[in-house]
Each structure stands twice: as structure tokens, then as C-alpha cells.
């Protein structure tokens, strides 16, 4: 699961490799090293615990749910995979139909996830898209838990530096995070 992969990665330190010769020609190149990402990266990388819910897997059913601090039982283990919360109280989890939806802390569904990368979308400067169910696509805060900005779009991005490219109407355009279109 991308999850697994980016903690492994994290756990790594994250450094870039070290510049590699071209091997086997007259004249060896030098490949740069590669360089970090723009500020606006994607990431789903909230701490496990947030709103005290934590992951947890049913070994006789191999499904995955929610208990509290004191162990008990908050979100029945009824989804293939679980992300942790999000400051908002946002979770990504796998319901295995969907595939891909987000929920409440009390496992209520909120929307459908964008399907990105074989799994929920990423958050990216707070926010992650979703699909309605005419198939348009809009906007989920990380932080509010909330739809932020209504499902109206055919094709949308990720926020970069507090925009988005969108396409509605045959039209392709941006918007700031009010979903306000921007030059």
C-alpha cells in the first residue's frame, strides 16, 4: 500500500541516491542527483491516534477498522485498508465497492474518494478531490473534514500554490481554494 511505501521512505531519511555514471560508454555521464519535490507536494501522512481512533486489523477476517485508546471498538473492522484520521477528522479507507471513500470518526460516510495512483487521492495543500455521483469532481478539507468545494468539475488537479486546474464546461481554467476562479 502507498502508505507502507512512503514510511518506508521516511524511514530511510528520504535522501535522494547519489549520482550514477553511465556505465559501458566512451564517455561517462554523470546523471544528476534528483531534487526534492515543489513545496505543494501530495501526502497522506497524519500520525495514527488523531481524534482517538487507530487502525487496527481483525485477524480472523483480515479487515480493518477503528478502536479507541482503550481498545474498544469505535469502527467495526469492515474495510480492506484504513488511513489514519486527518486534523479534520477525515479518514481514507478501502471499502473494497467503491473502492475508495472517506469517512467521519464515526465511520459515516462523507463522499467518494478521487481514485489516484491505485488508491485515495492524496491530500495536497489541504485538500484531496472527491466524486460526486453524477461523476464530477470536487474538494474535501483536510482540515475541516468538510466538502470544501461542490463536485462541479469534469477534470481537476491538485492545489499548487493555492490553485487548481479545472475543467467545467468544456472550459479548463483555475481556482483558489474557495473554489473561486483565478486568472
Given at each position: 500500500?502507498?502508505f507502507?511505501?512512503l ?47 487507530f487502525m487496527?486489523?481483525?485477524e ?21 485498508a ?102
Amino acid at each position: 500500500m502507498r502508505f507502507a511505501v512512503l514510511a518506508a521512505l521516511a524511514a530511510c531519511g528520504g535522501s535522494s541516491p547519489a549520482p550514477v555514471a553511465n556505465a559501458g560508454t566512451e564517455s561517462a555521464v554523470a546523471v544528476p542527483a534528483l531534487q526534492p519535490g515543489p513545496a505543494c507536494e501530495a501526502r497522506m501522512d497524519t500520525p495514527d491516534g488523531l481524534h482517538d481512533r487507530f487502525m487496527f486489523t481483525d485477524e480472523a477476517t483480515e479487515k480493518a477498522g477503528y478502536k479507541d485508546k482503550a481498545g474498544t471498538l469505535v469502527i467495526p473492522a469492515i474495510y480492506h485498508a484504513v488511513y489514519p484520521f486527518s486534523p479534520g477528522g477525515v479518514a481514507a479507507v478501502i471499502d473494497g465497492t467503491t473502492p475508495f471513500v472517506f469517512i467521519d470518526v464515526t465511520g459515516k460516510l462523507i463522499a467518494k474518494a478521487y481514485a489516484f495512483d491505485n488508491g485515495p487521492d492524496y491530500y495536497q495543500e489541504g485538500f484531496a478531490r472527491v466524486v460526486g455521483t453524477d461523476g464530477r469532481i470536487g474538494y474535501i478539507s483536510e482540515t475541516t473534514g468538510k466538502i470544501s468545494i461542490a463536485a462541479q468539475f469534469e477534470t481537476a488537479m491538485p492545489f499548487c500554490e493555492g490553485k487548481a486546474e479545472v475543467k467545467a464546461g468544456g472550459q479548463t481554467y483555475s481556482i483558489d481554494t474557495l473554489g473561486k476562479r483565478v486568472p
